[in-house]
């Protein structure tokens, strides 16, 4: 016996199957008839191979998933297969799962079937199953024995898989944390959910409830929601409500954010707020030296690079700020 699991995303799969080996002996066509065949023992009069030994080979899934572009409900099923002579063979996922091998196979308890192509490979004396080319969203499960491996592809919905559970989890303990929603919204947020819900979440976060409290990490989470909507004007009124609220370092990132998006002069703003904010400050004079760097203003970027220089509080962020010295002394940007 064994069993091989792989998770993806938040859902875990797994195959448990027995593991014959060669020993010599000729597999396809032979050991493992091609086609449909009739096993000669139970109910069955034409069957699949259980694409293993002894008892059932099972496949379970703790989500939706779609196989070969067909979908397949969470579950448990028995795994069979058709090898075919012309390098094809057909997957059958099945109901049944706790009958033995495939002498009781129904057509009528097939779930889904999928055909794929075989490949030739290596040679595997005990037949193996494995999971490579994972993912974010998919991965290849294969059967391997002989010189012959059965692949086939598993995709799910990771996205819609985790948005599932986190809507389980804030109508539970979850729920009654600010953190929670913030966290919600978030994955929304970056992961194509559904806006509205995602603003509906932050509101919650920052309002009406016994945990709300408004942060700037709340706001800057509802801010980018309104700037995905297009409602651009919301999202700046939401940003300037939320500065005086940040530290340092987070109207800093700010301002960086708002560099890769293209906003250079609104950029500038931000690190001239935060500088008049927190004067003299780490990491004040670096923002306004990526600030004027952004808008090529290569003079002044020199000027506040050496600045931070002297206030910068470790190595490291000296050893950043005079790699971008050079940088700037030499007339490039600073930013990219």
Do not use: C
């Amino acid at each position: 016996m064994a069993k091989v699991m792989q998770r993806i995303g938040n859902t875990d799969v797994s195959i448990t199957y027995s593991r014959p080996s060669v020993q010599d002996r000729e597999v396809w066509g032979q050991l493992v008839p091609y086609g449909m065949n009739n096993l000669g023992f139970g109910t069955a009069e034409s069957s699949p191979w259980r694409a293993g030994a002894n008892e059932n080979t099972i496949f379970e899934t703790t989500h939706d998933l779609q196989i070969g572009g067909k979908d397949l409900p969470a579950g448990t099923y028995g795994l069979h297969m058709v090898v075919e002579e012309n390098d094809e063979a057909t997957i059958i996922f099945s109901s049944n799962y706790d009958a033995w091998g495939s002498y009781f196979y129904k057509p009528s308890e097939d779930v889904l079937q999928v055909k794929v192509k075989t490949n030739v490979t290596e040679h595997t004396e005990q037949l193996t199953f494995d999971f490579t080319e994972v993912t974010a969203n998919s991965a290849k499960a294969s059967l391997r024995w002989e010189k012959k491996q059965i692949p086939f592809i598993i995709e799910t919905n990771v996205t819609e898989n985790v948005l599932t559970l986190i809507r389980q989890k804030l109508q539970n303990t979850d729920g009654f944390s600010r953190q929670s929603w913030e966290q919600a919204a978030n994955f929304a947020l970056n992961n194509n959910g559904d806006l509205n819900e995602a603003l509906g979440w932050i509101d919650a976060a920052i309002d009406g409830n016994f945990f709300s409290e408004k942060t700037f990490a709340n706001l800057n989470i509802k801010s980018q929601i309104l700037a995905k909507q297009g409602k651009l004007a919301e999202s700046q009124t939401v940003m300037e409500e939320a500065m005086p609220l940040g530290t340092v370092f987070d109207v800093h990132q700010y301002g960086r954010r708002l560099i890769t998006e293209g906003k250079n002069d609104k950029a500038f703003e931000v690190f001239k707020w935060n500088a008049k904010k927190h004067k003299g400050t780490w990491p004040v004079h670096y923002g306004l030296a990526r600030g004027y760097s952004a808008l090529g203003d290569n003079k002044s970027t020199v000027k506040h690079l050496k600045m931070a220089l002297e206030n910068a509080p470790a190595q490291a962020s000296r050893d950043r700020v005079a790699a971008n010295l050079t940088k700037a002394e030499n007339g490039e940007g600073i930013n990219l």
